[in-house]
């Protein structure tokens, strides 16, 4: 079986190899066997390559990527018989760690049956993302009160990116004033031209400050939803009201937040960090199925949110790497076995 996986941390072109790997790959008792048929290229999966590995001493390797949609082959013991899945059904791995590869392992529970309209591009992209916009939001709304929020305006940096697209959607349907920032007039056009009422600045224009200040129209920019971090946030900061909130959960732009302690302190921001981790055991069973179905929902209903990039062989994963970090991409980037 072929399996792209990683020995060292480093740049992904360069650590990353396509191996064939001898075992058949066997489900534990509570997992599912799953055979990938598309395998999304998250920007995190190129993060964790470059900054996270946590390779198992005895394997010296670990495998990458972390959603798929797939086809169910063989099921662990413990979970045949308990009627949720079969062998044959079509499933979304979240998480399916491991699954740059022509199978995987994953945890039963976390196979999730995708309804039959819900086509594999759209799938292999959909939760993770969906779940990280709703995490996003539930981070802001512990952080700002339903007031505050109401009166003011919430800056969505990184706009371009299918996670802030998401957030603009969910923030214009709750009636809440958003701003988009995108880094190129290009991408600011095509997101603003994508959802109606959304108004995008870029960053490549001299007076995006001012763009951003016009867009609020007298509003108090009471959040930030951060995914690039570094220079933006620095120059985003006199632009924010005192006490707002600065929700970081990605870090396009380099690494660093971009907000020094003084402003931290004088200022009084309020900093979240946001992992979609944490859905997995803070979200009551009840919500964390409603955001799934709310996740299909919206795939049925605004499929431009979720767009093919590019779906390369296991084989050109090197060219899927550079296409997920090319400007003004239009699309989510795949690997298909
Ligand atoms: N915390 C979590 O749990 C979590 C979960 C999922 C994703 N994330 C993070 O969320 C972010 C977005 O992920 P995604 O999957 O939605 O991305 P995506 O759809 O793959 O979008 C990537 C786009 O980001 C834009 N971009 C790249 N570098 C940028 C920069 N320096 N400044 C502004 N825009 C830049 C580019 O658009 P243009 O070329 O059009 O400018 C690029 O096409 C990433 O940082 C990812 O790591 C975090």
Redesign the pocket.
């Known amino acids: 079986m072929k399996a792209i996986v990683q020995s060292a941390l480093g740049e992904p072109a360069t650590v990353l190899k396509l191996i064939d790997i001898q075992d058949t790959p066997q489900p534990g008792p509570e997992e599912v066997l799953m055979d990938v048929k598309l395998a999304s290229v998250?920007?995190?999966d190129l993060?964790m390559t470059r900054f996270q590995p946590s390779i198992p001493e005895d394997v010296g390797y670990v495998r990458r990527g972390s959603e798929a949609v797939g086809i169910v082959r063989a099921l662990g013991f413990e979970v045949e018989g308990q009627g949720n899945l079969k062998v044959g059904d079509r499933v979304i791995g979240f998480p399916a760690l491991g699954s740059w590869a022509e199978s995987v392992a994953i945890p039963a529970l976390t196979a999730i049956p995708v309804p039959p309209e819900v086509g594999d591009e759209v799938a292999a992209?959909l939760l993770?993302?969906y779940v990280?916009a709703r995490?996003i939001l539930r981070g802001l709304r512990k952080t700002v009160s339903d007031e505050v929020l109401g009166g003011g305006a919430i800056l969505v940096?990184?706009?371009?990116?299918?996670?802030?697209?998401l957030l603009l959607h969910f923030l214009n349907k709750e009636g809440l004033k958003s701003i988009g920032l995108?880094?190129?007039a290009?991408?600011a056009k095509?997101v603003a031209d994508e959802q109606r009422g959304v108004q995008v600045a870029a960053?490549e224009d001299a007076d995006w400050q001012a763009q951003v200040t016009s867009i609020a129209a007298g509003r108090k920019i009471v959040g930030v939803l951060d995914?690039?971090s570094?220079a933006?946030v620095e120059d985003i900061v006199p632009l924010l009201a005192d006490d707002a909130a600065i929700i970081t959960?990605?870090?396009?732009?380099?690494g660093q937040l971009g907000v020094n302690l003084p402003n931290i302190i004088n200022r009084q921001f309020v900093i979240r960090?946001?992992?979609?981790?944490r859905w997995f055991y803070e979200v009551p069973r009840e919500e964390q199925i409603n955001d799934i179905q709310s996740a299909f929902k919206l795939a049925d209903e605004l499929p431009s949110l979720f767009k093919v990039?590019g779906i390369y062989s296991l084989a050109d994963f090197q060219q899927a790497i550079a296409a997920?970090?090319?400007?003004?991409?239009?699309g989510?980037?795949f690997l298909k076995p």
Do not use: K
């Open positions: 998250h920007h995190g993060g992209q993770i993302n990280t995490m940096t990184g706009a371009s990116t299918v996670v802030a697209r995108a880094r190129s290009v991408s095509r960053t995914c690039v570094g933006v959960y990605g870090a396009l732009g380099g960090g946001v992992t979609f981790g990039g997920v970090e090319a400007p003004n991409r239009d989510f980037v």
